[in-house]
């Protein structure tokens, strides 16, 4: 735990090297100093670990204890604490050990106490600062100490508006993030607000507040959602209606089933069949359908007699129902009233259709751009879907055109939240076993000459040969340092970012970790 914490509060402080603040952590043996970009020591390697210069100011720690140098390497605060964070230019956490806890504080850069030490933990969000005593209850209070939402109650959660929910006994209140009260604690549950308003629970019934705390209408549904398109679903008596952000029953609870608003209208279910209803009450279609789904980028997929087919929010049928499975993110009624509306990955309202375990491509006018004879496609971006067929794999645009041939083994845009194909117009490709990286177009920019090519957020990628790393520019289409490493980690918090972030990548060799610049040059030795 003791290590978990040092890696954690040193990683806090992402480095922000500046033109005019140069210097680098350098390592010698297994002691960190600094020095120019010359590798000149400027600070000689005396420290355990260091954090690069921000605000002027490095935190260190040796021999378990952490304080803070300025750039000529005098102590601003010694080596006395066991944790350390900065904030800002001018306050920090800080945490020392007193009557064997840790005790947790805030300090300006003077050494003046702002939040006395006498917390479990002091957490940033946000701008403000949550403090958590011993007995394990939380309060806010802004970065001047001023206490916002006193110590005492159970959980709180920030919304946005200047808002937050507090916890206390189980129960749950609104507050303003300046501790204004606005309801009281009766709702077990106080979600977020969507068109101002938020869905509650008291008891065993629902209803909704405003941003004021303020009851719309009574609190007397079985159940209720988030509102979609200005409007929000209900449950009354075991049937489901629709009101509007004012109370306003739209929809007197009649149907067996209903969604959310989407388009326009809603997909409801009556006497076991599904058809459309409109936002005046009206329905659109008759129950005819066995399913109905609401797919983002504004097409409504249907089926019937086992198939699947494209209805407008008109309920006019835009193709046959010829189509085994039509597949894009479905806002699913999870996902939608859980977490709000899913962006979908498939870009340009195209949509996945298959037939016989082969998969093509519509619009969402339902005319056919890709045929049905693919073992799978991979969603449009940058105008380029990746298809699968017979094992291989190549690309094509949005015209249905071949940009390659189908013969890689391999190809892969995406990793760990970064899109490459999105952000840089470039993806992975694997052939015979090596690695190397294919365009948008089509060109095989780097050849595939590599055991393996890890992607990251920004235009170097790191790439492993005879199990050695080193990085590749994209833009330059060349290895800008050679594969010597036995790791190159991403730089950032948790060190899940950039590789060269302000300049300077993490390298290990030999079980040691040191810095790198962009022309390969060692800040270690």
Known sequence: MKNIIIILLLLSCIPTISQDDLLIPFRDG?????????????????????????????????DGKFGAIDQKGNFVFPLDSIALMQLDSNLFIVGKRIESKIKMGVINRNGQIIIPQIYKSIRFKDSILELEDENRKVGVCNLDGQTLIPVEYDFIEIFNDNLCVVSKDENHALFTMKGKQLTKFEYMVIGDFRFGLSKVRKGDLFGYINKLGKEIRPINYEMNYPFSEGFAVIKKNSKYGLIDTLGKVIIKPKYDYLNDIHLGVASYIKDGKWGLVDIKGIEVTLPKYEKINRIYKGVIAAKTNNKWGIISNQGNELTSFEFDNIDIKVNSEIQVRSFGIK??????????????????????????????????????????????????????????????????????????????????????????????????????????????????????????????????????????????????????????????????????????????????????K
């Open 343 to 524: 962006k979908s990955n498939f870009s340009n309202e195209y949509l996945l259709i298959s037939q016989n375990q082969e998969w093509g491509v519509l619009d969402a006018k339902g005319r056919l751009i890709i045929p049905i004879e693919y073992n799978s496609i991979y969603p449009f971006t940058n105008e380029v879907a990746i298809v699968k067929k017979q094992g291989k794999y190549g690309l094509i645009n949005i015209k249905g055109k071949k940009i390659t041939e189908i013969e890689y083994d391999n190809i892969e845009p995406y990793i760990a939240g970064s899109h490459s194909l999105a952000n840089l117009g470039v993806m992975l490709f694997v052939k015979d076993n090596k690695w190397g990286v294919l365009s948008k177009d089509g060109e095989e920019i780097v050849r595939a000459k590599y055991e393996h090519i890890l992607l990251t957020d920004s235009k170097y990628f790191i790439v492993y040969n005879n199990e050695k790393a080193g990085i590749l520019d994209i833009v330059k289409r060349k290895e800008v340092v050679p594969c010597k490493y036995d790791q190159i980690k991403k730089q950032g918090i948790g060190f899940d970012r950039f590789v060269f972030l302000d300049g300077l990548a993490i390298v290990v060799q030999d079980g040691k970790m040191g810095y790198i610049d962009k022309e390969g040059t060692e800040f270690f």
């Open 30 to 62: 297994v002691k960190w100093g600094f020095s120019n970009v010359d590798r000149k020591i400027i600070i000689p390697p005396s420290f355990d670990r260091v954090t690069s210069f921000n605000y002027g100011l490095s935190l260190v720690y040796d």
